[in-house]
T-cell receptor, first 116, second 111 residues
Framework: EPEVTQTPSHQVTQMGQEVILRCVPISNHLYFYWYRQILGQKVEFLVSFYNNEISEKSEIFDDQFSVERPDGSNFTLKIRSTKLEDSAMYFC??????????????FGSGTRLTVV | KQEVTQIPAALSVPEGENLVLNCSFTDSAIYNLQWFRQDPGKGLTSLLLIQSSQREQTSGRLNASLDKSSGRSTLYIAASQPGDSATYLCAVNQAGTALIFGKGTTLSVSS
């Protein structure tokens, strides 16, 4: 079964450093997403991406965050200057359609980001 | 603003019991609802997706129902096993938003 692959599985970084989280969505999917889950809290939406641009973003996704699809397969989330409160599990997801025609999202196994 | 609530927050049952997990949402204008399983420190595994026009979906020992008008969904697990121990998340998909998740029900099945 097709998978969404995320790397690394765990990253520790110092406060103020830049991090890039990487994802390889399912190859025929067109819609890509980042979510995060702070320990003990709900999974929260960050951003969605379609046709090489952001289609939607939450209030969490401020100027410190950016996304990119640098080639035909990778989808990245960059945090420019990490804060302690950025520590969370970050999930990448993809889908082949959106809205009422969406038949489900496939999530990756996540990257646990720890900011020290 | 859509809110998704899952009750109970935690549930412990002995092996073999049938159980029901509940999910409610405040805005009934959804496209679909998806149930996920999350093992500790791991990713989200999709279990079942119910379109807004459907009433239920089944996969093995799992059955999910949807009552869109009342804003409720249930996940029924038959003959529970220790391997079913995990957190079960409910999420809704609606116009103009990405998936909105509940906080989950953490299930523990003892042998």
């Amino acid at each position: 079964e097709p998978e969404v692959t995320q790397t690394p599985s765990h990253q520790v970084t110092q406060m103020g450093q830049e991090v890039i989280l990487r994802c390889v969505p399912i190859s025929n999917h067109l819609y890509f997403y980042w979510y995060r889950q702070i320990l003990g809290q709900k999974v929260e939406f960050l951003v969605s991406f379609y046709n090489n641009e952001i289609s939607e973003k939450s209030e969490i996704f401020d100027d410190q965050f950016s996304v990119e699809r640098p080639d035909g397969s990778n989808f990245t989330l960059k945090i420019r200057s990490t804060k302690l409160e950025d520590s969370a599990m970050y999930f990448c997801a993809s889908s082949d359609r959106t809205g009422r025609y969406n038949y489900g999202y496939t999530f990756g196994s996540g990257t646990r980001l720890t900011v020290v | 603003k859509q809110e998704v609530t899952q009750i109970p927050a935690a549930l412990s049952v002995p092996e073999g019991e049938n159980l029901v997990l509940n999910c409610s949402f405040t805005d009934s204008a959804i496209y679909n609802l998806q149930w996920f399983r999350q093992d500790p420190g791991k990713g989200l595994t999709s279990l079942l997706l119910i379109q807004s026009s459907q009433r239920e979906q089944t996969s093995g020992r799992l059955n999910a129902s949807l009552d869109k008008s009342s804003g409720r969904s249930t996940l029924y697990i038959a003959a529970s096993q220790p391997g079913d121990s995990a957190t079960y998340l409910c999420a809704v998909n609606q116009a103009g938003t990405a998936l909105i998740f509940g906080k989950g029900t953490t299930l523990s099945v003892s042998s």
